[in-house]
């Protein structure tokens, strides 16, 4: 991959990124959320909510009258690590990560209970020199707090690299230009779906179009 060696190291999202789950897993997470709410979630919902298709989670929830504390609380006490960890697969062009011989970064928003059996089910934790799975206290993408941590773990920060993250939202675009990197946005849903475009340094809807 020619593009990857003008970079000094790389900063990765997970899931939509490199990996997926299936809609099934998805599907029955947000039926067990909506008994505990007390209100159902439809199919376009629990993608939007799920993607992250209109940015941020917690504004959404909000504007559908949803209060976030409540439905995260619902959320993660219906997340089972194992069981995601079997539903989730990793897609195809992510390989190249593998490859690279820069510092690798990942920086997500998939709580630590969550990615660390999914990486380990998908066998790509060792591709990673530093990782960060943001909270409260690092912020949370678009804020460059968490990208900023997983610099310093990669030992890239403040030294003159050049480097890029990839993602597949807004979000991710948004962390990266805040950070001061340029912006990889993998568009795996489709402009159509999300209803509008994400721009970015580049916009691609595979990994392969790097090359």
């Not at 504004?59 to 079997?86: C, K, N, T, Y």
Request: charged share 25%.
């Amino acid at each position: 991959m020619a593009m990857a060696l003008s970079y000094d190291f790389w900063l990765l999202d997970l899931d939509g990124t490199l990996i997926d789950v299936e809609w099934s897993y998805t599907r029955e997470v947000f039926d067990a959320v909506g008994d505990r709410l007390g209100r159902g979630f439809t199919d376009r919902e629990a993608r939007i909510l799920w993607n992250g298709l209109t940015g941020s989670r917690d504004r959404q929830l909000r504007e559908w009258g949803i209060e976030p504390v409540s439905f995260w609380e619902a959320f993660h006490a219906e997340e089972d690590p194992l069981v995601r960890a079997e539903q989730t697969y990793l897609h195809e062009d992510a390989a190249f990560v593998a490859d690279l011989e820069v510092p690798v970064g990942l920086v997500t928003h998939c709580q630590q209970f969550l990615a660390d059996p999914v990486l380990d089910a998908v066998g790509i934790r060792d591709w990673f020199d530093g990782i960060v799975c943001c909270t409260e206290e690092t912020g949370w993408k678009p804020d460059p707090g968490p990208v900023r941590q997983v610099m310093q773990e990669i030992d890239v920060a403040g030294n003159g690299h050049r480097g890029v993250l990839a993602g597949d939202g807004s979000n991710d675009v948004g962390a990266a230009w805040n950070a001061g990197l340029d912006a990889i946005h993998v568009e795996r849903i489709g402009h159509d779906r999300r209803g509008r475009c994400v721009l970015g340094d580049y916009r691609v809807t595979s990994f392969d179009e790097l090359s």
